[in-house]
């Protein structure tokens, strides 16, 4: 399935859920919440060409504002030489992250989760020529809408070391 149409299936999604949803009073991050993210990404990879992204995240929140947790993602990437030579490339990059839940210091919408962090570990990398690992070391800003109590869309911008430039997908609330 090209990325184009996994996008548009999420944005439907996300309309959908939100159109059919009545009002619900659903507080902003808290403390004790328990986030799963689960999405698609691409973009370009530090020097490498186009790629595609699976993965997932989680996240605890340990205080009013704060939450830390880690990610997992499968990234595959073409990139070509000089010359025209093209190879195909795969990571697996796991990472610790933690993030700061601004929002509610200025926003109404209680739906909607603002955060960002720092993300922090390490990569498992190769093709059919390298295999090895590699530092992830980046940071992560993104965005949280909850269209019913327990689950939402979210996106997210990274930039850094081995992180996925963005991710969309859906992210539910334990």
Known sequence: MKMKN??????????????????FAQEQFQK???????GIGGGGYGFYGGGFAVGGSFEYGVHEFISVGGQVDLNFYNYSYAFGFKDNYISVPIAARGSYHYGKHFLTINALDLYAGPVLGFSIDGNEYYSGTSIVIGA??????YFKPAMGVFAEFSGGSNVIPAKVGLTFKF
């Open 6 to 23: 996994i996008l548009s299936t999420l944005l439907v999604i996300a309309v959908l859920g939100i159109t059919s949803q009545t009002a």
């Open 32 to 38: 004790g919440d328990k986030i799963l993210n689960v």
């Open 140 to 145: 992560q800003a993104g965005a949280r809408y």
